[in-house]
């Protein structure tokens, strides 16, 4: 099992441009997650997915669109990138309720210029 | 106020001392409780679950205490290899699945 993956790993993008995070799980889970961690800072909570088909808002969704296109597979968006978008993103997963811990892929460094 | 706080250190310790670190959390509804570790630019992963009667897992021991509203974790024999953040993690167990990040306790093990 790979666990969660993550591409790309680094990326660089000019203020304006946009581009998509892709995560996949190959653990069965129904419940994924997006993050953002700053230097230095605790994770924030962008994005979740309770389960296929049903995506909400976290602590700090603007700027941010996802996508559950099925159970595996939960994309983050970035329309038009920022300065203040620079960040590590993670993605993770979990099975749906009950007392189930997070497991999380290796994050995309992103860097918006 | 934050709904898990910690102290965000940094401790720093030598090697073979015991550390201990606590965690509070605002939300009475709160049903499920993790340590992670965080080494620097990796992703948190789990250290141990935290039952209610305490648990340990080799040098390490977790603590809840449901009445005050804090888990700690404990480290005996601290190994150069602890050095890291620990995230302390406190769910609610609804259907979304939630789970609310403390920011983290840096410890640093010196020889």
């Known amino acids: 099992n790979a666990g969660v993956t993550q591409t790309p790993k680094f990326q660089v993008l000019k203020t304006g441009q946009s581009m998509t995070l892709q995560c996949a799980q190959d653990?069965?889970?129904?419940?994924m997650y997006w993050y953002r961690q700053d230097p230095g800072m605790g994770l924030r909570l962008i994005y979740y997915?309770?389960?296929?088909?049903?995506?909400d808002k976290g602590e700090v969704p603007n700027g941010y669109n996802v996508s559950r296109l099925n159970k595996r597979e939960f994309s983050l968006r970035l329309e038009s990138a920022a300065p203040s978008q620079t960040s590590v993103y993670f993605c993770a997963s979990r099975k749906t309720s009950g007392a189930y811990e997070q497991y999380f892929g290796p994050g995309t460094r992103l860097t918006v210029t | 106020r934050k709904e898990v706080e910690q102290d965000p250190g940094p401790f720093n310790v030598p090697e073979g001392a015991t550390v201990a670190f606590n965690c509070t959390y605002s939300?009475?509804?709160?049903?499920?409780f993790f340590w992670y570790r965080q080494d620097c630019r990796k992703e948190p992963k789990l250290l141990m679950s935290v039952y209610s009667s305490g648990n340990e897992d080799g040098r390490f021991t977790a603590q809840l205490n449901r009445a005050s509203q804090y888990i700690s974790l404990l480290i005996r024999d601290s190994k150069l290899s602890d050095s890291a953040t620990y995230l302390c993690?406190?769910?609610?167990?609804?259907?979304?699945?939630?789970?609310?990040f403390g920011d983290g306790t840096t410890l640093t093990v010196k020889p």
């Open positions: 993690v406190v769910n609610v167990n609804t259907n979304a699945g939630k789970s609310t």
């Open positions: 997915s309770a389960s296929e088909g049903t995506t």
């Open positions: 653990m069965n889970h129904n419940s």
């Open positions: 939300n009475s509804a709160s049903q499920s």
